[in-house]
Nanobody, 124 residues
Framework: QVQLVESGGGLRQAGGSLRLSCAASGRTFSRYAMAWFRQAPGKEREFVAGISWRGGNAYYSGSVKGRFTISRDNAKNTVDLQMNSLKPDDTAVYYC?????????????????WGQGTQVTVSS
């Protein structure tokens, strides 16, 4: 399984911005569909954004569409999540997820590899 490490979390005021990064160790990073999930206290883990192997297609949950942007750099083995217009409801632990293309079925399931998570806190 590919090793994933998230970074960039922190504290921001509502309306602020934050950029998360996920670094992968695998030499076959470009074969993975990449995604960000998040889990808030008392809630189930939810899909936030996903991006295809070459970065040509991106998908977002309705709650973040228009505010967040996912991108990947296969040369650097990284996937980023630019978060703008942050809301207190965005407060959660954010997780990086990698699904190998041969086994990909859905953006939303718990399959694939996972990072340890990075905390994002948004205050008013």
């Amino acid at each position: 399984q590919v090793q994933l490490v998230e970074s960039g979390g922190g504290l921001r005021q509502a309306g602020g911005s934050l950029r998360l990064s996920c670094a992968a160790s695998g030499r076959t990073f470009s074969r993975y569909a990449m995604a960000w999930f998040r889990q808030a206290p008392g809630k189930e883990r939810e899909f936030v954004a996903g991006i295809s192997w070459r970065g040509g297609n991106a998908y977002y949950s309705g709650s973040v569409k228009g505010r967040f942007t996912i991108s990947r750099d296969n040369a650097k083995n990284t996937v980023d999540l630019q978060m703008n217009s942050l809301k207190p409801d965005d407060t959660a632990v954010y997780y990086c997820n990698a699904k190998l293309g041969e086994f990909f079925r859905s953006w939303y399931d718990d399959s694939g590899s996972w990072g340890q998570g990075t905390q994002v806190t948004v205050s008013s």
